[in-house]
């Protein structure tokens, strides 16, 4: 966007609205925003093609509703990604992603992994404060992130 409002564009070219927004109101500035700089937005899947002068009604509500539909989509996607994972946590065996920090997966279930012991003294050491994020995921060869993540879960390791 910084280029166009640059002046360094003549069109920005995208393959669909919903790769340009999430929202009609995102929509509505983005385009607002190219139109005042002067710039073309090229929608190839709907060979559209918006200029910063065209006041043609027809096409300005052709190409709200094609944002309406794109937020549609987005919201929809969100809906079922939330509802699969719910379904997925439901489930005893653990298939959402890999075994957090000292645990394997045994087949689909999470068992306590060769390093277990030493990942909760470290942590426990954590959460006393008397060893620091930084030097536990030293320690144990892993991110702070990860760190992070496991004292999130602090109940898979009784602390």
């Not at 929202?23 to 929608?43: F, K």
Request: hydrophobic share 40%; proline share 3%; aromatic share 6%.
């Amino acid at each position: 966007m910084s280029d166009a409002e640059a002046g360094t564009l003549d069109a920005v070219v995208i393959h669909s609205i919903s790769r340009i927004c999430r929202s009609i109101r995102d929509l509505d500035q983005t385009a607002s925003r190219l139109a005042d700089a002067g710039v073309e937005l090229h929608i190839i899947s709907e060979g559209m093609v918006l200029r910063p002068d065209d006041d043609d009604p027809y096409q300005t509500a052709l190409f709200q509703l094609l944002g309406v539909f794109a937020e549609l989509e987005a919201n929809m996607a969100q809906q079922r990604t939330k509802e699969g994972l719910a379904a997925r946590m439901e489930n005893d065996e653990y298939h959402h992603g890999p075994a957090p920090l000292g645990f394997e997966k045994d087949d689909g279930f999470l068992i306590e992994g060769e390093h277990y012991h030493d990942v909760v003294s470290v942590l426990e050491m954590v959460h006393k404060d008397e060893l620091s994020k930084r030097k536990a995921a030293r320690r144990l060869e892993t991110s702070r992130s990860t760190i992070n993540r496991a004292l999130d879960r602090s109940e898979l390791y009784g602390i």
